[in-house]
């Protein structure tokens, strides 16, 4: 993989990293559960995803199902978390469409990470 798809790549798994220092609070009992385990989710894809770096097809693939996963804990939530984690799910999507177009593209731009950016805070808020 070229040099400059590799940082590209590199700083997608940071906007990932994002997601892990995340945290959530036991003030909503009915969200703790759901909060800790879309933690748990993306800490564990941030530690197995730099394995994947080489490989863009399999790095944007893990991004689609980290994305599943976060809405599908959501689900268990009240309605500001299902909110907030439809929209880190959308978030985790558009980078795996980002990075699986990474190989295609001769000349890859920095990858924008605002929308995890925003969604991890409203997640955050939600876990509050």
């Known amino acids: 993989m070229p040099r400059t798809i590799s940082r590209l790549v590199g700083a997608t798994l940071a906007a990932a990293a994002l997601g892990s220092t995340l945290a959530c609070s036991a003030i909503g009992a009915d969200n703790t559960e759901a909060c800790d385990n879309i933690k748990k989710e993306v ?19 893990s991004y689609h199902d980290l994305a599943d996963k976060v809405r599908s804990e959501g689900e268990k939530g009240d309605g500001d978390l299902q909110d907030a984690t439809s929209d880190l799910g959308d978030a985790y999507d558009k980078l795996g469409d980002t990075v699986a177009n990474l190989e295609n593209n001769p000349d890859p731009t920095a990858i924008d990470q605002q929308a995890v950016t925003e969604a991890g805070t409203k997640f955050e808020k939600a876990c509050e």
């Open 43 to 61: 800490r564990s894809f941030t530690a197995e995803s730099v394995k994947n770096v080489g490989d863009t097809k399999a790095l944007s693939q």
